[in-house]
């Protein structure tokens, strides 16, 4: 063994040793230093340790939650940041590649396009029905709704307007039923969609539509859409479709114009195999010209498989309904654009078919006397039928409650729809009491083929595309206005009554809460209330947003103006989009729109306006026309006469909602964030004035 290796064994009996003599001569000693070595911790002091320990574990853990929770919650603040911002930069990029120029009465012939805007009756004052306590059906639950409210929840609680026990007023909910729709340009970012492929077999002989597949397709030119729905009641949306009531998706569609995509469609009509060329993106088979339910069915069957600006045209040569690409020119047209259907029936017209495409082609309305359960709903023919058919299962909401939406009755949302039907108005026999001016009926259908959501406005892609259009969920508001350069910003007066004294001394404008309060001082109290400038950004007709949909608006005593309002009034009665008491009971049309126009009205060899007369501001004779006497009144006052020569403005058939240029707009995107309870706003401005 080596010597290091024999003295580290030795040491241990070395010291076991000199252990053995310690005690030997010192035993009390030894045995009070081998006690002292050998002590541990009491069973109070392990306590006292396990306690401080958890204790600090606790304080611990409790920061690093904290920390999480904050981190979330700005990682959430931030995704939602991000994504408003993103719906703003596109939103911005379309208005910016607008191609129409905002001046009414454009030519198709100038192949500009054109630019919508529809105003819906809600507001800023009265943004839902779902928060109207008036309402037995659809209301918001004020006690379990994650709708951001406002300050002035307590003090509701305190007047009695809601419960005790509510967490909510549902104040944070802003305009969100405006519709914006326009023509753009876009080089540098071109747009991107399904087109049609696989459309035709090898002899170009068209396949049936069910078999199709699809293509990706780039166009610097787009009809674009963007509106916006509301989580409906659950009454309303019994499949839980779209989620919590009250909020809102933001939804964007696309569709390319591309007129010269060709599909290679060859057509056998007389014995002669005709080539249909470039635009034809389909045609239907086996439906009459009578029966243009069915055409109007397989358009919207198109548009919702396939992402192109497309109309229905019915070709005599063939014959048959056609689905031809649209061109700038065609969508100037009121009738080319997308859901511009208009489909109504008239009785005792000959020359027409019975059903057809009515003027103005709204494309959202309350509809105008109605009251009925007759709906009827249809599907492609070339398309799988559903085993339920859907007829009569909805009613639409008397005015005083809702005027886009519709109630599904139980047990009728029907199965096997495998892509959104047409549905219409049946009005074919209640006449005398024939709706003049029928609601369009827009049917929302899942995956599963259920019709789970109607409404008069538009409603998202469904089926198994559903999502593909989302910009933005959890929306509050999505609130389009235009600029009026003559809406007046009042305020207090410089020597108000003692009265009014306590009345705030700001200035507002239309579309602050305390602008409609100036406005009814002005008509008692005219002295208390000055203007101090013009120009703002507005909701179109702003004088009858309270309740429009209840009532006409009140004829309103403006204070003295030195520049006339341009938006501040309903739409003109002669484009038929403003329909003013025609028959009793005395209604107004809530929906207001400004269209760019189109010239094509008064010579299209059409009565637009029913009074025998066809294109008379065409004709060279000097017909009837009709003249503005006080634009300022409201509805303006108006007198028919020969007063201004041949073929003057006056004597057109038609004419805008609103015959003045549109000088700037701007919408205003509102979101909450769940997870941090944040609010985030953004705006949109675009001008449109020549530089």
Not at 295 to 322: G, M, N
């Amino acid at each position: 063994m080596h010597p290091a290796e024999s003295a580290r064994v030795r040491q241990p009996f070395q010291a076991d040793l000199r252990r053995s003599e310690l005690l030997a001569e010192c035993p009390g000693q030894v045995r009070q230093e081998s006690l002292t070595y050998r002590r541990g911790f009491t069973l109070v002091e392990m306590l006292i340790a396990v306690a401080i320990t958890l204790v600090m574990m606790a304080a611990v853990v409790t920061v690093f939650a904290n920390i999480s929770d904050s981190v979330q919650k700005r990682r959430a603040t931030v995704e939602m940041s991000n994504s408003i911002r993103h719906v703003r930069n596109v939103l911005q990029q379309d208005l910016a590649g607008a191609t129409c120029p905002t001046i009414p009465w454009q030519r198709p012939e100038s192949n500009h396009g054109y630019l919508e805007i529809i105003e819906g009756p809600a507001s800023d004052f009265s943004p839902s029905t779902l928060i109207d306590r008036d309402l037995t059906n659809g209301q918001l639950d004020f006690e379990t709704s994650a709708v951001p409210g406002s300050n002035l929840l307590q003090t509701k609680i305190t007047a009695g307007s809601l419960l005790s026990d509510s967490v909510t007023d549902g104040a944070a909910l802003g305009d969100f039923d405006d519709i914006l729709m326009l023509t753009v340009r876009n080089e540098k970012e071109p747009f991107v969609g399904r087109v049609p492929g696989n459309a035709v077999n090898g002899n170009g002989e068209q396949l049936g539509f069910q078999q199709w597949g699809d293509e990706t397709l780039r166009s610097p030119l787009a009809e674009v859409i963007w509106f916006s729905v509301e989580n409906p009641a659950d009454d309303q949306d019994p499949t839980e479709y779209f989620g919590e009531p009250g909020f809102r998706t933001i939804y964007r569609r696309t569709l390319l114009i591309a007129p010269s995509l060709d599909l290679g469609i060859v057509i056998r009509a007389n014995n002669v195999d005709v080539r249909m060329g470039p635009g034809v993106m389909r045609v239907i088979p086996r439906v009459g010209r009578d029966r243009l339910d069915l055409a109007l069915a397989c358009l919207v069957a198109f548009q919702e498989r396939y992402d192109l600006s497309v109309r229905l045209e019915w070709d005599p040569l063939i014959p048959a309904w056609k689905i031809v690409a649209n061109t700038l020119a065609d969508l100037t047209k009121r009738e080319n654009r997308y859901e511009h259907h208009g489909y109504g029936f008239r009785q005792n017209d000959p020359p027409r078919p019975a059903w057809f495409s009515r003027y103005p082609f709204a494309v959202a309305s309350s509809g105008l006397y109605y009251n009925s359960d007759s709906l009827a709903f249809r599907v492609d023919p070339e398309l799988q039928q559903p085993s339920d058919r859907a007829r009569g299962n909805a009613i639409l909401r008397a005015p005083t409650q809702s005027v886009d939406r519709y109630v599904l009755t139980q047990g009728s949302e029907g199965r096997g729809y495998v892509i959104r039907p047409f549905v219409y108005i049946d009005d074919e026999n209640d006449s005398p009491n024939a709706p003049k001016h029928p609601a369009p009926v827009r049917a929302l259908v899942n995956a599963e083929g259920q019709v789970v959501y109607l409404t008069a406005g538009l409603v998202p892609l469904g089926g198994n595309r559903r999502g593909e259009d989302v910009m933005l969920s959890d929306a509050l508001a999505f609130d389009v206005r235009v600029y009026d350069p003559g809406a007046p910003l009042l305020g207090l007066g410089p020597n108000p009554s003692a009265s009014n004294q306590n009345i705030s001394d700001v200035v507002v404008e239309p579309g602050d809460a305390g602008w409609s309060t100036f406005l009814q001082l002005s008509a008692n109290q005219p002295n208390d209330v000055a203007v101090y400038g013009y120009g703002a950004y507005v909701d179109l007709g702003y004088l009858g947003l309270h309740n429009a949909w209840k009532s006409p608006p009140s004829a309103v005593n403006m204070p003295a103006l030195s520049v006339a309002p341009q938006f501040s009034i309903a739409p003109r009665t002669r484009s038929k989009l403003n329909l003013l008491g025609q028959l009793p009971p005395y209604y107004y049309e809530p929906y207001r729109v400004y269209d760019t126009w189109s010239f094509h009205y008064e010579n299209n060899g059409l009565d637009e306006d029913g009074d025998g007369l066809i294109d008379e501001a065409t004709n060279g004779f000097d017909n009837p026309g009709e003249y503005i006497l006080d634009p300022s009144a409201n509805p303006p006052t108006t007198v028919i006469d020969t007063r201004h020569g041949v073929d003057d403005p006056g004597e057109r058939e038609t004419a805008p909602p609103y015959d003045v240029p549109l000088r700037g707009m701007q919408v205003r995107l509102r979101a909450y964030e769940r997870d941090s309870r944040q609010v985030r706003e953004v705006g949109v401005k675009q001008h449109f004035v020549p530089e």
